[in-house]
């Protein structure tokens, strides 16, 4: 498979702050991939320059195989679309789009060809000539990511493009987004700090945590197989659960924790290390639905929380430690604070991390 | 036709209502409209009915046309509003060259201690009372000031370059003292036009002049009108530092009326009066127009 | 349909509303109130206008103190100012409250004495009221006694020593090649450009003032400046732009006495007498006449008049003024200069003041630099 963008060690220092710590990545063409994490992660940092708009301290950056670490953003076959849109409100939706066009001397009857397809595409056809403040929030989206994409670049980059949208319409653009991609084909990176919006668009995620890539994986495999606290408890929830090793084969892992013996099927350390337990909510059974569970206790009900679709509650174990679990709400009957229940899950749906 | 009228009518009155309600808002523009108007609008009228009766202490005026008549009728009072309007686009051309830039670049400085000294430097000139100004540029500018020693010694020149008393020295000062009035309001929209904005034409294609050109400077342009037509109007309008500078031998339409105010001849500088409010009206206007009308051709070109 | 105004009756009403309008903003805020009606029993208010700058203020407001002090109820207000920008407030004022006139009385200088003239602006005086009007030379008593010449301004050449080494001597020197480019003046002001005394050098005179345009024409790049007052004029002559330029004998010597490199001659042909005058305004009541005379006959009185003379370096036009030592051994004090001096016809120059002005920017000033 072709690699699109590769980043060899790249750092980007801020003064004394370091934004960017040796991140290497590699992004293969028509790739849906996503930057995730926090605010001040470094993950719009490494794609502005992936694009061209910051230039790294120290490391490569290739595009299509070429080292195009210092290239301008007017000489990189990339395009962007910006977190705050940056439409030129002096233009109109078609001179918008053709912008780029006309810096390349695209023949009229070519730009005209082009912005009329792309605005298909996007789904808004006839609006060039639309003045960009009669545009609707989603209209302004659609219209950012037209002009990016009628350049054809090698990568399209995409820099929290759906902050600004309601709830509603954030969802929809997004598999629109997704749907849009599949049939330009074209590489996307796109920068998020929503797990649920990169979980829902992307083919590899790469989460970021303080300037530094913690995992880079497919959305399933971040989400079941965290391999950091960090990304356990930045993906989804999870329960964490400090303990050690106590032992380790092919039969599976047992991890002492606070007198309770954790059953897991792999452990990235062996015995006798201090490790973290963690188990997603919604695989913590209660009652009838624990029997038979690998790791399975007793406890006592503390909290009952209604959310709709499910039910969350918060259990007290014998041993000590807390839980949360997430039910569906059929399965919630009868649960009320200071009852006594049943508590348990898989082996399989213990995830131990190192440290 | 009458019953075609009806209709018309009835629109009428409920645009009549709903322009009440759309005006609703007036009376709270009442201090500035009231202000405008006791202070202009009736200066003005004064200004229309002193052209038109001559001024005599006794006997009743009789409307005549005389002072217009001597004004409109001849040539030489309209070399004097070529050389007001002359001066006027020139000094307007060259604030926005210098201005321009230098509002560009104080919209770059970060460190707010250097800012602050841009703007000193900028707005020095018009926190100093008029007489000092001069006497600082007639000692900078005359035979034997600053700058033509310097010229002379520099071998650059052999006889003095005459710098005062003519239209250089009116350029040279109303440049210097309008300089603000134009960078300021290029200053404030400068600002405002967004980095993303410059980053997103560069990663469009663009480089910088090209950024410049194509979005920067059209965003500006409403800052570069406003800034122009400032410097237009108070141009056209002022009469000490162009007589100080140009030595009252630079005959322009401010000094004409400063000339006929003194010789009690009240009905003519009215006219003059009323000649460059017409001027600076109709010149402003139609650099609205123009303004208009270009940026709706640019767009028309390009689509 | 009615109620519409025929244009002709508009151009009538319209007429009358805008002279008001006019006249309301002539009068202006900040002079409003200084010439109320008399309070009751006798008390009367005055304005005393009298020009600003230099010591020209110090005799009027010595004297209206003085008079207060000896006529109780009586308030005398001093206004300072220039004569052509308070002239049309006074004359609006005369228009809109012919009763009421802002300005009561005061000093004038020879223009606007003969525009008043024009106008009918002023009163005329009762000499029974001044005795000390007696001791004036009749040359500067008044047709009517429209107001009486108390001081004259002789008017002659000054000149920087640091750059003129033989100091001019005529008033030809004015349009001397020797001097070219190197002249300059108030920019109208007839007493001092030249264009008067040029004509009567030149077999022209106040009512035939061509040869002076003509020369003034061809010499029009004698100027290398026109400046808006003596004091511009004073700067230019400091700074050496300027050479030599016509100029109040009384300025050029208080700007000598400060340690300006002035020198101040008077030309063979004579100093030009520029008259300065005391008038009362029309509209006053009978008793504001009386009033007005009494304080004139005052700034006549020889203790006044030396007063004035010591403090301005104007001639009075008093007989009997005992000069003070300090002025006794000057030029211009002496009585053949004051007997010699060019007395110019300010009457017809009143009356042609627009048409010179057109004039001088036509024929001379579009000719400078050519």
């Known amino acids: ?355 | ?303 | 349909m009615g109620r519409r105004i025929r244009r002709r009756e508009f151009l009538k009403e319209g007429g009358k509303a805008g002279l008001g309008l006019f006249a309301l903003a002539q009068l202006g805020g900040a002079t409003l109130g200084l010439a109320q009606e008399a309070a009751a029993g006798g008390a009367e208010r005055l304005t005393l206008f009298v020009w600003s700058g230099l010591n020209l203020p110090t005799v009027a407001h010595e004297v209206a103190r003085f008079y207060m002090q000896n006529n109780p109820g009586v308030t005398i207000e001093v206004l300072e100012g220039q004569n052509f920008e308070v002239y049309p407030k006074m004359v609006s004022a005369r228009k809109l409250t012919p009763d009421r006139p802002l300005v009561h009385f005061g000093y004038s200088n020879t223009q606007f004495t003969y525009q008043g003239d024009i106008d009918d602006m002023w009163e005329s005086l009762d000499l029974r009221n001044i005795p000390n009007a007696a001791n004036v030379a009749d040359a500067y008593k008044r047709p009517e006694n429209r107001g009486i010449g108390f001081s004259i301004a002789p008017v002659g050449l000054i000149y920087n020593p640091n750059f003129v080494r033989e100091p001019p001597t005529s008033w030809a020197d004015m349009w001397h090649p020797r001097f070219r480019g190197k002249v300059t003046s108030i920019k109208y002001a007839w007493y001092t450009n030249g264009l008067v005394i040029a004509a009567r050098l030149n077999g022209g005179s106040e009512r035939n003032i061509d040869p002076g345009f003509r020369l003034w024409a061809e010499r029009a790049n004698q100027f290398v400046a026109f400046a808006n007052s003596n004091v511009e004029v004073r700067d230019l002559i400091v700074r050496g732009d300027a050479h030599i330029a016509a100029m109040f004998g009384g300025n050029a010597l208080t700007w000598k006495e400060q340690g300006a490199p002035i020198e101040f001659v008077i030309p063979r042909e004579g100093t030009i007498a520029f008259p300065l005058f005391l008038v009362v305004v029309k509209g006053v009541s009978a008793q504001q006449k009386r009033i007005a005379e009494g304080v004139i006959n005052l700034i006549l009185s020889e203790r006044w008049l030396a007063r004035w003379a010591a403090l301005t370096y104007f001639v009075p036009t008093s007989t009997k003024v005992v000069v003070p030592p300090s002025l006794r051994g000057l030029a211009m004090y002496s009585p053949q200069e004051t007997a010699r001096a060019i007395q110019f016809d300010w009457a017809t120059i009143a009356r042609n003041e627009t048409a010179w002005r057109e004039r001088w920017d036509k024929e001379v000033v579009a000719r400078m630099g050519r």
């Open chain 1, 1 to 355: 498979m072709d690699v699109d963008v590769e980043l060899r060690e790249v750092s980007k220092h801020f003064g004394a702050i370091v934004a960017v710590d040796r991140v290497s990545l590699a992004i293969r063409r028509g790739e849906f991939f996503s930057l995730l994490g926090p605010s001040g992660c470094g993950k719009t940092t490494t794609l502005r320059m992936i694009g061209g708009l910051e230039f790294p301290t120290a490391g490569e950056i290739l595009l299509r195989g070429a080292v195009v670490t210092d290239l301008p953003a007017y000489r990189r076959a990339t395009n962007m679309v910006f977190q705050h849109l940056a439409l030129f409100p002096h233009l109109t939706v078609f001179e918008n789009i053709a912008f780029g066009l006309r810096l390349r001397r695209e023949p009229p009857s070519v730009i005209a060809r082009k912005v009329d397809g792309v605005l298909q595409l996007v789904d808004l056809p006839g609006y060039g000539g639309r003045e960009i403040h009669q545009l609707s929030g989603g209209q302004k989206q659609r219209v950012a990511i037209a002009r990016a994409l009628v350049n054809e670049p090698a990568v399209l980059l995409l820099d929290e493009p759906l902050g600004s949208l309601d709830l509603k319409l954030r969802l929809a653009m997004q598999t629109e987004l997704k749907a849009l991609q599949h049939r330009v084909g074209t590489t996307f990176i796109y920068v998020t700090h929503d797990q649920g919006e990169a979980l829902t668009m992307s083919d590899r995620i790469a989460v970021m945590n303080l300037g530094r890539v913690e995992q880079v994986a497919t959305s399933q495999e971040i989400y079941a197989r965290p391999r950091t606290r960090f990304v356990a408890g930045f993906i989804g929830e999870a329960n964490f659960l400090d303990g050690r090793v106590a032992h380790a084969g092919p039969d599976g892992v047992l991890v002492a924790v606070n007198g309770l013996r954790v059953r897991a099927e792999a452990a990235p350390a062996p015995a006798g290390a201090a490790v973290t337990v963690s188990v997603r909510p919604e695989h913590v059974k209660l009652g009838v639905a624990a029997d038979g569970a690998a790791n399975r206790w007793t406890g006592r009900i503390e909290e009952v929380t209604f959310m709709g679709a499910v039910v969350r509650a918060r259990v007290a174990l014998d041993g000590g430690p807390r839980l949360v679990a997430e039910l569906h709400n059929d399965a919630a009957a009868g649960l009320a604070p200071g009852a006594a229940v049943a508590v348990g899950w898989a082996a399989g749906h213990t995830v131990v991390l190192a440290g």
């Open chain 2, 1 to 303: 036709m009458a019953q075609a009228a009806i209709p018309q009518i009835v629109a009428r009155r409920g645009g009549w209502r709903a322009a009440l309600r759309r005006y609703a808002h007036v009376p709270l523009l009442t201090p500035a409209v009231g202000l405008t108007v006791a202070v202009f609008w009736v200066c003005m009228a004064v200004l229309v009915v002193m052209s038109v009766y001559p001024f005599l202490a006794a006997g009743t005026p009789r409307l005549t046309l005389a002072a217009w008549q001597r004004l409109l009728g001849d040539p030489y009072y309209w070399g004097v509003v070529g050389t007001t309007l002359r001066l006027a686009f020139v000094v307007t051309a060259l604030a926005l060259a210098l201005g321009y830039p230098a509002a560009y670049a104080i919209s770059k400085i970060q460190r707010p201690g250097w800012a602050l000294a841009a703007y000193v430097v900028l707005f020095a000139p018009i926190l100093v009372s008029v007489v000092v100004r001069t006497y600082g540029w007639l000692l900078l500018l005359s035979n034997t000031g600053v700058v033509n020693y310097l010229l002379r010694a520099a071998g650059l020149v052999r006889e003095p370059i005459p710098l005062i008393f003519n239209e250089t020295g009116i350029i040279i000062a109303m440049v210097h003292i309008l300089l603000p009035f134009m960078v300021f309001p290029i200053l404030s929209v400068v600002g405002q036009v967004g980095g993303d904005l410059k980053e997103a034409a560069m990663d469009l294609g663009a480089n910088r002049w090209v950024t410049f050109r194509r979005v920067t400077l059209p965003l500006t342009a409403p800052g570069v009108i406003s800034g122009c037509q400032i410097v237009f109007t108070l141009t056209i309008s002022a009469f000490v530092t162009p007589f100080l500078m140009g030595g009252g031998r630079v005959q322009i339409l401010s000094g004409l009326i400063y000339r006929d105010m003194e010789a009690v001849n009240l009905g003519f500088a009215s006219v003059v009066a009323l000649v460059l409010l017409a001027l600076a009206v109709v010149i402003l206007a139609a650099s609205n127009v123009l303004a208009r009308r270009a940026y709706r051709r640019a767009e028309v070109e390009r689509a």
